[in-house]
């Protein structure tokens, strides 16, 4: 090591120059600080919490449509393979062939014909209640004709909705169906979080998944 005025050598580990005296010059390397280089931690090791969360869009309007035509044709084929034994053994089938034109009905054919008719909007009204209550509030969170499309359906924060919030959703349809031109479900294309009035009711989203 050299002074930095007069040049002469220096001993290592010396503080001033024993020939005029200027303080040693500082070495870069010994006075900067040791750096710690951050180690690349595993994707095993980061715990889940501090995961960024994983962005969903909206589902539009004609994606639930698709889904919603899915699950009717689903609902459709377990209507008929469960309402068909019903009619054989509520009698509504030989009770129908019965009636011939030009003769009084008989009172007690009016009361089987209603009360058939009465038992399978029951049952339909019933089975279809349970299917999208159950599966929009299993793991999937989505029926099987939303779960083709990769759609779910969460509550306002994005979480998995209870039995009772999907069996509100679904009962609420019906007061969307009653809106004219279909105005109730045809929310869900203009409004801005995409919700129907249903979801608006229950508090629910559709999200892409």
Not at 50 to 60: D, E
């Amino acid at each position: 090591m050299y002074c930095s005025k007069c040049g002469s050598t220096m001993a290592p580990n010396t503080a001033y120059c024993q020939i005029c005296g200027i303080p040693a010059p500082v070495d870069p390397l010994l006075s900067a600080p040791a750096q710690t280089i951050p180690q690349a931690s595993s994707a095993a090791g980061v715990s889940p919490h501090w995961l960024p969360p994983v962005s969903r869009s909206y589902a539009g309007f004609w994606l639930r449509f698709v889904a919603h035509l899915l699950d009717g044709f689903l609902v459709g084929m377990l209507f008929i393979a469960i309402c068909v034994p019903i009619l054989f053994l509520t009698g509504l089938g030989a009770a129908l062939q019965s009636v011939t034109r030009g003769q009084e009905p008989d009172p007690a054919v009016i009361a089987t014909f209603v009360s058939s008719i009465v038992l399978l909007i029951g049952v339909s009204l019933l089975g279809t209640w349970l299917y999208y209550a159950y599966f929009e509030s299993s793991e999937w969170q989505a029926t099987v004709g939303k779960k083709v499309l990769n759609l779910v359906v969460t509550d306002l924060n994005g979480n998995r909705v209870s039995f009772a919030r999907a069996s509100g959703r679904f009962f609420a349809k019906i007061l969307s169906g009653f809106i004219p031109l279909g105005i109730g479900y045809i929310l869900a294309g203009i409004t801005e979080k995409k919700q129907a009035l249903h979801d608006m009711i229950a508090g629910c989203l559709v999200l892409r998944s």
